[in-house]
């Protein structure tokens, strides 16, 4: 158990059936939840600490405050797993329903609601939609989930160079921007975007961009980060495997979320049924991110009011991008409000 200025942290393993060292974390806080848990799911290549930046408020005060009984999952995309060459599936199947179940365990609750955002949203999405989480009510959606809509850059990008530098490299790594590349073809990359991304001097912000879509910067908006959120973002992005570049690609070709490994407890295509779950679906994304385009959440939207009209929410706020959603200095004003707004409404 781990105790910081305003909340107590205590970590549960979870027996992935693969031994992957996942888990999930009780966050308490001041007060004592008057509500049920939400679990929070982050995205990849980062951490847990990427819900609690330091901003006055984190979206982990708000739910805090609110009354929520907040649990944080690491999964096997997180930066503090030892590196895997994971994909989406294995996630949906061995690691998204063992959170839920660990975190109901613990609370004694019969169900739970989720904030997800970015793969981890992607991931969760194929866990409830393949109905292996039907414990879960609400899941509240950010930046994209079944349709995958991405720059013209980028999809050139996990079109035409993805596939070779996956034979020659297991990862990417922002990192590189920091400490520096380990050998040349790292050494290239890293120096690419140097040159190319010029509006920050933060190598991670620099690397972070190029991997993970074609804006300058991808992740956020200059504007909606502090001096100190910016800074602090040095520490907290890591590794991301190919394979998992090499999924989404198949996915943006397609155009909706497909699986890769074949595995019985997931269809083939994520939209040739409805939904395996009773889930109320709230879609969240800024409207200037480069990372998965508007679109994305856009297109999912229509396609679950088409199963089911009138259930499902869709946000889109003007000025934001993709990660600054949990990290912008003016999120608590602009978004927290928001995502507890839709989480009351269970």
């Excluded at 001097?201 to 620099?206: A, S, T």
Aim: charged share 20%; with cysteine.
């Amino acid at each position: 158990m781990t105790t910081g200025a305003t909340h107590t942290d205590e970590t549960f393993a979870l027996d992935t059936a693969d031994g992957v060292p996942c888990n999930v974390i009780h966050v308490r806080g001041r007060k004592k939840p008057t509500k049920g848990p939400v679990l929070l799911v982050h995205g990849v290549g980062v951490r847990t600490e990427i819900w609690r930046p330091p901003n006055p408020t984190t979206i982990v005060d708000a739910l805090l405050e609110a009354g929520y009984d907040v649990w944080m999952e690491t999964w096997r995309a997180s930066m503090d797993v030892p590196n895997n060459t994971w994909t989406l599936d294995q996630a949906a199947v061995l690691d998204h329903p063992l959170a839920v179940a660990k975190v109901l365990e613990q609370t004694g609750a019969s169900s739970l609601q989720a904030v997800t955002h970015c793969q981890g949203s992607t991931s969760f999405m194929m866990s409830a939609c393949a109905g292996l989480i039907p414990e879960v009510r609400t899941i509240v959606a950010s930046a994209v989930t079944l349709h995958p809509v991405v720059p013209r850059v980028s999809g050139l990008k996990l079109r035409y160079v993805v596939p070779p530098v996956s034979r020659l490299l297991g990862y990417l790594d922002p990192r590189w921007g920091r400490d520096g590349a380990p050998w040349i073809l790292p050494k290239l990359l890293t120096a690419y975007c140097m040159v190319s991304r010029r509006k920050c001097d933060n190598g991670v912000c620099k690397v972070s961009s190029f991997m993970f879509g074609s804006g300058d910067p991808t992740l956020w908006t200059h504007e909606q980060l502090s001096a100190e959120t910016h800074e602090w973002t040095k520490g907290e992005f890591g590794p991301a495997p190919l394979t998992f570049f090499k999924q989404i690609s198949q996915c943006v070709r397609r155009g909706h979320l497909v699986s890769v490994d074949g595995r019985p407890e997931l269809p083939a295509s994520f939209v040739a049924q409805p939904p395996q779950t009773d889930a109320r679906f709230v879609l969240i994304t800024g409207g200037k991110n480069h990372c998965f385009l508007p679109e994305s959440q856009r297109r999912t939207y229509e396609w679950l009011e088409g199963v089911a009209p009138g259930r499902h929410a869709l946000h889109i706020v003007a000025g934001y991008g993709h990660l600054d959603v949990f990290v912008g200095m003016r999120a608590d004003e602009d978004w927290f409000p928001l995502i507890v707004s839709e989480l009351d409404k269970a």
